[in-house]
């Protein structure tokens, strides 16, 4: 999709109606909800055109083009969006996408910190700031992220099983313990978590710990597999 199609389709809907800014932006937000990403982007530059002091149309477009791998436009939406109201969390996480997008990871780092400044508890911005620390190689912010994001969190294993990873990477073992000891209490029949735990103990020298965990392992296999091996109910005919 480009910007000059997305021009041409936006002036045949403005052609079609007179200018009405919000039933512009409500219709952008459903046709993009439906998938029509064209259509959506079409009308949000409607919307912007019609207010051009609106911020909000800039913020909606720059994720349609997001999405649709138009980076560099999307981050220059985002940024139009950040002139007229640069106190908006959502268009600093967004010009935070954007930037990585295009390669610029400091400026992605630049803007997400930002965002989170401006909204404490803003999940997603910490989710990706956090990545984005992970994978520079910036371990010990990364793991901060992650444990306020488990904090708000706290039953959600993927993130739990993240940061017991990113804790033993980073050398931080019995934090890595605690946290997989945690996801072995929320899910006591999954097998994984005593495994990894049974490992890391067994690297600690927790000898007496890491059997405990392998005597649970072999005891969930020898159940799995007693489930599996169930003799048939005999046959009615």
Same mark, same amino acid.
């Given at each position: 999709?480009?910007?000059?199609?997305?021009?041409?389709?936006?002036?045949?809907?403005?052609?079609?109606?007179?200018?009405?800014?919000?039933?512009?932006?409500?219709?952008?937000?459903?046709?993009?909800?439906?998938?029509?990403?064209?259509?959506?982007?079409?009308?949000?530059?409607?919307?912007?055109?019609?207010?051009?002091? *609106?911020?909000?149309?800039?913020?909606?477009?720059?994720?349609?083009?997001?999405?649709?791998?138009?980076?560099?436009?999307?981050?220059? *939406?985002?940024?139009?969006?950040?002139?007229?109201?640069?106190?908006?969390?959502?268009?600093?996480?967004?010009?935070?996408?954007?930037?990585?997008?295009?390669?610029?990871?400091?400026?992605?780092?630049?803007?997400?910190?930002?965002?989170?400044?401006?909204?404490?508890?803003?999940?997603?911005?910490?989710?990706?700031?956090?990545?984005?620390?992970?994978?520079?190689?910036?371990?010990?912010?990364?793991?901060?992220?992650?444990?306020?994001?488990?904090?708000?969190?706290?039953?959600?294993?993927?993130?739990?099983?993240?940061?017991?990873?990113?804790?033993?990477?980073?050398?931080?073992?019995?934090?890595?313990?605690?946290?997989?000891?945690?996801?072995?209490?929320?899910?006591?029949?999954?097998?994984?978590?005593?495994?990894?735990?049974?490992?890391?103990?067994?690297?600690?020298?927790?000898?007496?710990?890491?059997?405990?965990?392998?005597?649970?392992?072999?005891?969930?296999?020898?159940?799995?597999?007693?489930?599996?091996?169930?003799?048939?109910?005999?046959?009615?005919?």
């Amino acid at each position: 999709m480009s910007l000059s199609g997305i021009g041409t389709a936006c002036l045949l809907l403005w052609a079609a109606a007179p200018p009405n800014p919000l039933a512009d932006m409500n219709a952008g937000v459903q046709a993009e909800q439906e998938g029509d990403s064209r259509r959506a982007a079409a009308l949000f530059v409607q919307a912007i055109r019609e207010s051009p002091g *609106w911020t909000l149309p800039r913020i909606e477009l720059a994720q349609v083009l997001l999405k649709v791998g138009q980076a560099p436009q999307a981050q220059q *939406w985002a940024g139009e969006a950040l002139r007229l109201d640069p106190s908006s969390p959502r268009a600093w996480h967004l010009l935070s996408q954007a930037d990585e997008a295009v390669g610029d990871v400091a400026g992605a780092e630049a803007a997400d910190t930002s965002a989170i400044k401006l909204r404490p508890d803003y999940f997603e911005a910490k989710q990706h700031l956090a990545q984005l620390y992970w994978n520079e190689g910036k371990k010990d912010p990364a793991i901060q992220l992650y444990v306020q994001l488990v904090a708000a969190k706290p039953q959600d294993t993927s993130l739990l099983a993240l940061l017991a990873t990113a804790e033993e990477e980073g050398g931080r073992v019995e934090a890595a313990e605690q946290a997989l000891r945690t996801l072995s209490e929320i899910q006591p029949d999954a097998p994984a978590w005593h495994r990894r735990l049974a490992r890391l103990l067994e690297g600690e020298g927790k000898t007496a710990d890491a059997a405990e965990e392998l005597d649970k392992l072999s005891k969930l296999s020898g159940a799995q597999k007693a489930r599996r091996l169930r003799p048939l109910p005999p046959s009615k005919r």
